[in-house]
C-alpha cells in the first residue's frame, strides 16, 4: 500500500472514502466522488442502510455516517488519491447511534472521566496472525474441509530446510520467510500515525506478531481496525493470506490479541504502587473486577466471541483458561511483566482474541475493571493469585453468552441492553452453525 498522511487539505483528493465498523468490529466503506465532496457533506455526512452492518432491522434502518477528518489518511491507490476516513453514525433525528462501536468507545472514557476514576484508559495491543501462501475451504452438505500451505513447512513437507512447527519464536530469516511483509506492514501503519512498538516471528511456524504501542481508549479501536484492514492487504500484495483467526490449524500455537493497560489521573498512571506486585489497590481492584466477570463469561462473550475462539483456550498453549494473575507468567489471565522497572507497572489481559469486535472488547474490560475498583474487590481474597485455583472459565460460545445475559450490569452505563441482546443473538447463531456441522475429526472417531 502506498500512503501518506492527511494534512487537511483535499486539494488533489479523487475520492472521499467514508469508513464505517460493522457489529463484528469488521470494516465497510461508501466511496464519494470529488465532484460530490463538499463542506456540507463533510459536516452532515451521507446516509446509508445499517441493517447491513448488522445493527437495525430493515424496516428501520436509515442512519447518517458523519466522517471524522481527525483520522483521514491518504491512500494512493491505481493512480487514485484516496482519502480515508472513520465515520461516527447518528439517527435521523441527529442524535448519536448508542449500539455504534466508536461510540462505545467514546462512551465509557466519558463514563471513566464521570466516576472520577481516572482521565484515561492507556491501551497496548499485541496483534498475532499467520500467514499461509495459500488456503483452501469448503463446507457444504456433503463435504467439509480446509487446507493451509506454507514455505515454512506446512503442508509442504517435500520443502527444506525448515523448523519444528512449535519452534518458530524469534527466528530470524531465512528460517523466517515474512519478515519483509511484517516490515512493509509496520511501516505503513507508522506512516498513518499507527505506533509500532516492535514485530516478530510468533511461537508456530508461519505465526506472526506486530506490537502496537500505548495509547488511549479514545483512538486504539480505531487503530487496530485499520491495523488489520492494512496487514491483510499488504499481506496479498505479496501474494499471502493472513488471517487473525484464533486457531487457523490444530495442535499448534493460536493467535491471541494480549492487551497491556493501566489508568491514567492527571497524567500519572495509578496502577504503579506498592502493593502485591508492585501495584497499587486500585490495579489489584481493577484485576479482580475483570477476573470476575470473565469467570462468569460476561466479558469472554466479548474478548472471545467465536467458536474458534474455544478452540484456542486449550492448555499447553499459554493461552489461559482459568481466572489468575501473577507476575511474569504466560499461564496466567492477567500477566504483571516482570521486566518492567520500578513505577511502570501494568497489567496484561492475555485471555483475548482478534475474533473480538475491539471497541467492544477494549470497553468491556474498562467497565469490569471499574467495577472491581468501586466495589473494592481483592484478587487474593478470591483466589485468583493461586495458579491451580479450579476456577476454569466456561470454554463454549454458548456458555459466555448465557453468562453475558445473567451478568451485564456493570456494563449498563455503556452498553445498551438492545445492543447486548442483538449480540447475543448474533453469536448463538454462529454457535448453532458450527455445533451441529459434523468435523474430520468425528468421521475418524466415529464413521
Known sequence: MELKKFDGNLTGIDFLSLLMIDIYGGVRQVTVPKSFISEKLILEGIGFD????????????????R?????????????????????????????????????????????????NIAHDAKMLVELEFHIFEDVRYSSAVGHSFYEVQSSEGIGEEED????????????????????SVRNDIVRALETVGIPVKYHHHEVSASQLEIELDFD????????VVIAKWMAVNIAREHGLYLTFMPKPMYNVAGNGMH????????????FAGEEMHGLTKEALCYTAGLLEHSLTGSLLA?????????????????????????????????????????????IEYRTGDATANIYFFLSAMILAGIDGIKKGKDPVKEGYDNPR????????????????MQDNEYLSPVFPKELIELWVKLKKGEAEYVYNAPTAQEYELYF
Open 50 to 65: 445499517a441493517s447491513n452492518l448488522g445493527f437495525a432491522k430493515v424496516t428501520k434502518s436509515d442512519m447518517t455516517a
Open 67 to 115: 466522517p471524522d477528518m481527525d483520522t483521514g489518511f491518504i491512500e494512493i491507490k491505481d493512480g487514485y488519491n484516496i482519502l480515508h476516513v472513520l465515520c461516527d453514525v447518528y439517527l435521523t433525528d441527529g442524535q448519536k447511534f448508542s449500539q455504534y462501536p466508536r461510540h462505545i468507545a467514546q462512551k465509557t472514557l466519558e463514563y471513566l472521566r464521570k466516576e
Open 160 to 179: 527444506a530446510p525448515r523448523f519444528n512447527v512449535q519452534k518458530g519464536y524469534h527466528r530470524l530469516y531465512p528460517a523466517d520467510r515474512y519478515f
Open 216 to 223: 488511549s481508549i479514545a483512538v486504539v479501536g480505531d487503530q
Open 259 to 270: 492487551v497491556h493497560q493501566y489508568l491514567e489521573k492527571e497524567g500519572v498512571s495509578i
Open 302 to 346: 466479548f474478548s472471545n466471541p467465536s467458536t474458534n475462539s474455544f478452540k484456542r483456550l486449550v492448555a499447553g498453549f499459554e493461552a489461559p483458561i482459568g481466572a489468575t494473575f501473577a507476575k511474569g507468567s504466560r499461564e496466567a489471565s492477567v500477566r504483571i511483566p516482570a521486566y518492567l522497572g520500578k513505577g511502570e507497572e501494568r
Open 389 to 404: 485455583n479450579g476456577k476454569i472459565y466456561p470454554l463454549n460460545l454458548n456458555l459466555v453468552q448465557d453468562g453475558l
